[in-house]
């Protein structure tokens, strides 16, 4: 049973457009929700996180938004970079990390 | 910093043969975490080692073990090596102070089962 769902699988954006990962939890035990950008032969590396008593946190062009009472967190990327293609994981903590599936963002110039 | 090392990072191994994974965490680092990874499964947990002792399982079956070592170094070992055990797998260490959940991953090894 995937204890945090991750939606879409994919995604393509414009240069210059924002991009948006959604990630869905059941578990209201967890307490730590970080996001993680993946490249090709490469660990994942930490991007942004957020605890559960904030409902929002920016850093630079990356925003994570967070819904308690919806179980509900979501990454926005803003004015989305060629760089910024990559494969993204939300994750959620309880004594382990749940990874949710990933998605493979692909920015366009 | 030196970040979190893993050897090999390519291995190709054939079914029922056994495989040992080496992960040697950032300096002063004690947790250590491993985690397979394949398509469309995401990042799945193996389990945990913190200071010698494993403090976490995922839901592996028992070929899939680990230990760590004094020096916070790690390995992972699968035995009776089958197909779907081809991955990557990653290790993650973190320091584990007081509220500080950050994980720091290598780069991964590359596992081929034939």
């Known amino acids: 049973q995937q204890q945090v769902k991750q939606s879409p699988q994919s995604l393509i954006v414009q240069k210059g457009g924002i991009s948006i990962i959604n990630c869905a939890y059941e578990?209201?035990?967890?307490?730590?929700f970080p996001w993680y950008q993946q490249f090709p032969g490469k660990g994942p590396a930490l991007l942004i996180a957020i605890r559960p008593d904030v409902s929002e946190k920016k850093e630079g062009r990356f925003t994570i938004s967070f819904n308690k009472s919806a179980k509900q967190f979501s990454l926005h990327i803003m004015d989305s970079q060629p760089g910024d293609s990559a494969t993204y994981f939300c994750?959620?903590?309880?004594?382990?990390?749940?990874f949710g599936t990933g998605t493979s963002l692909t920015v366009i110039p | 910093k030196a970040g979190v090392t893993q050897t090999p990072r390519y291995l190709i191994k054939t079914r029922g043969q056994q495989v040992t994974l080496s992960c040697s965490p950032i300096?002063?680092?004690?947790?250590v975490s491993w985690y397979q990874q394949t398509p469309g499964q995401g990042l799945q947990f193996l389990f945990e080692?913190?200071?010698?002792?494993?403090?976490n399982k995922g839901n592996f079956p028992g070929r899939f073990s680990g230990r760590q070592f004094s020096n916070s170094r790690s390995e992972m070992n699968v035995s009776t090596l089958e197909l779907g055990d081809s991955a990557l797998y990653l290790c993650?260490?973190?320091?584990?102070?007081?509220?500080?959940?950050?994980?720091?991953f290598g780069p991964g090894t590359r596992l081929t089962v034939l």
């Open positions: 080692y913190f200071s010698e002792t494993q403090r």
């Open positions: 994750a959620a903590r309880f004594n382990q990390f749940y």
């Open positions: 578990n209201t035990a967890f307490d730590y």
């Open positions: 300096s002063g680092h004690r947790s």
């Open positions: 993650a260490s973190s320091p584990w102070t007081s509220g500080d959940n950050e994980q720091f």
